[in-house]
């Protein structure tokens, strides 16, 4: 089977992006990054890809009058390049429904929060103030709506007496970085498709749950 064509969208340092570098680097993996493409010039993650020997691309949102024409330069370089999955790797662009929908089941995030709870930014904050007991990851397929979609992958960890934003938020990416590249390989060997607007796996129960155990 010929290996999943994927793009990596960023615009800061690209931690996801190195644990997903990370797995399709690895000797049998079922995905390719292909292209990493950054919308900040100086972005760290461009090197990280560099390192790993893949070709990346600066399109600054800066250049360009509007969404529309951005985002129509970055469909361009997705095309070029036969992508078939697009991952959201802390890429700090919201991005119109048009290009949503023309990447739909085809454009996952993660998000630093167990969805439907806490959309949006300072989710660990958040979680604090709240009180409630636990925090996380979630993997999942984009839709126009912000932090919506079908859930692919999820990670807790328990929010603790004392914890600080910081702390919890250290705790929280440990797990982000294990479940980005497991989503990208489940999706990659086919055990994931969409029914409606919920994720139904394929002989993956075991792999599940050892990877949502909290602080697993």
């Excluded at 790797?89 to 439907?116: C, E």
């Excluded at 970085?177 to 029914?195: C, D, F, M, N, T």
Aim: some cysteine; overall charge negative; charged content about 25%.
């Amino acid at each position: 089977m010929a290996k999943l064509r994927v793009a990596v969208l960023i615009s800061g340092g690209g931690s996801n992006l190195q644990a997903l570098l990370d797995m399709c680097t690895a000797e049998g993996s079922p995905a390719e990054i292909v292209r990493v493409i950054s919308n900040v010039p100086d972005a760290y993650g461009l090197e990280r890809a560099k390192e790993a020997g893949v070709s990346t691309t600066v399109i600054n949102h800066k250049d360009y009058d509007g969404r529309e024409s951005f985002e129509e330069a970055l469909h361009q370089v997705l095309d070029s390049e036969r992508v078939q999955l697009v991952c959201l790797a802390g890429f700090m662009r919201l991005l119109t429904d048009t290009f949503v929908q023309k990447w739909k089941d085809r454009l996952i995030n993660i998000h630093p929060a167990l969805l439907p709870s806490f959309k949006g930014l300072h989710t660990h904050e958040r979680a604090i103030e709240e009180g409630v007991k636990f925090h996380g990851a979630t993997v999942h397929f984009v839709r126009p709506a912000m932090d919506e979609g079908p859930i692919i992958v999820q990670a807790c960890v328990p929010v603790l007496p004392n914890d600080t934003p910081e702390e919890l938020g250290k705790r929280v990416l440990a797990q982000e970085h294990k479940i980005y590249p497991l989503a990208l390989k489940l999706i990659a060997e086919r055990k994931v498709r969409v029914s409606g607007e919920k994720v139904v796996y394929n002989g993956v129960d075991n792999l599940m749950n050892s990877a949502i155990n909290p602080e697993g």
